[in-house]
Nanobody
Framework: QVPLVESGGGQVRAGGSLRLSCAASGRSFSRNAMGWFRQAPGQERDFVASISWTGLSTYYAHSVKGRFTISRDDAEDMMYLEMNSLQPEDSGVYLC?????????????????WGQGTQVTVSS
């Protein structure tokens, strides 16, 4: 069973917006830091954003800071990524992940639970 399920991806033009959702499946991650990663074809998996278990601390890749906002709703076992001013270089498969730590987590190896991803395509 896949522990995390992403939704909300799609195709948009440059400058557009999308909201990604991540639903926990089979267990709660309310005590875990959670994050979003992006993987383009033939590329490494890149960190996009993460949020501590309290939701009080958030971390962003430099390339998305000021345009993307990560949030969580533990009552619903959900996490979100609001993406604005999208650019073609934001395209890729966006994966939701949960860490075994509760605070700061920004490295791929710090995340142990993964979803299967949702495709985001931004055209110029």
């Amino acid at each position: 069973q896949v522990p995390l399920v992403e939704s909300g991806g799609g195709q948009v033009r440059a400058g557009g917006s999308l909201r990604l959702s991540c639903a926990a499946s089979g267990r709660s991650f309310s005590r875990n830091a959670m994050g979003w990663f992006r993987q383009a074809p033939g590329q490494e998996r890149d960190f996009v954003a993460s949020i501590s278990w309290t939701g009080l601390s958030t971390y962003y890749a430099h390339s998305v800071k000021g345009r993307f906002t990560i949030s969580r709703d533990d009552a619903e076992d959900m996490m979100y990524l609001e993406m604005n001013s999208l650019q073609p270089e934001d395209s890729g498969v966006y994966l939701c992940a949960a860490s075994r730590v509760s605070g700061e987590a920004t490295k791929e190896w710090e995340f142990h639970y993964w979803g299967q991803g949702t495709q985001v395509t931004v055209s110029s």
